[in-house]
């Protein structure tokens, strides 16, 4: 009899160390399932990323759109910081350039491009309003919500010959952006209101 109970007890612990063994698998087999979801997850994921730096990698440009006899004055105006040389230049390509500068973070330009009422600062002055204002935080993320504009145009609601207000326009889908920014017009050449922003 205390055989019998024995290898009943040594069958029972067999059975309950199967279960045990079977529970252990069924556990493992959920962990690995779980993990194998996670990678699909984490795989797609990295995909949607590299596609998204691909796509920043892409060649953009604020410029995309000027002329050859436009860029040509631009680069002179870089070279010699002579903003005469952007005399011809209509307000929305004023607009184009100050986002370019933003983008490459052209300060002199910005403030060569800005309005000046008689209050303007200094380039050094400028220069620490311009970044401890957040002015520039702002522009850089405008520059980045609009690199994919796809409207920019005079809004004719101005009847002063010496202003402009120009809008550039984004969509995706059904959701559109606009930024309006004002310029005026400074010895001939329309430059960017932005001093009330510092």
Not at 80 to 90: I, M, R
Not at 145 to 167: G, P, T, W
Not at 173 to 181: I, Q
Request: contains cysteine; proline residues 2%.
């Amino acid at each position: 009899m205390k055989k019998v109970v024995g290898v009943f007890l040594i069958i029972i612990l067999f059975i309950a160390g199967c279960n045990h063994d079977l529970d252990l698998v069924d556990t493992q087999q959920n962990e690995i399932k779980e993990l194998k979801e996670k990678m699909a997850n984490l795989e797609d994921t990295v995909k949607q990323q590299q596609e998204i730096i691909t796509e920043l990698k892409s060649d953009f440009s604020y410029l995309r759109d000027f002329t050859e006899d436009e860029l040509t004055l631009y680069e002179v105006f870089l070279e010699e910081k002579d903003v005469q040389q952007l005399s011809n230049l209509s307000p929305e390509k004023i607009v184009l350039l100050y986002f370019h500068s933003v983008v490459i973070d052209d300060v002199e330009s910005i403030y060569l491009l800005t309005y000046n009422d008689g209050t303007l600062p200094e380039l050094s002055i400028f220069k620490d309003k311009y970044y401890s204002d957040g002015l520039h935080t702002k522009d850089l993320e405008t520059t980045l919500d609009f690199r994919d504009y796809n409207s920019l145009e005079i809004k004719d609601d101005n009847s002063n010959e010496n202003e402009a207000v120009v809008e550039i326009g984004v969509s995706y889908g059904h959701f559109h952006s606009v930024e309006v920014r004002g310029l005026k017009q400074e010895d001939g050449i329309w430059k960017m209101d932005i001093l009330p922003l510092l």
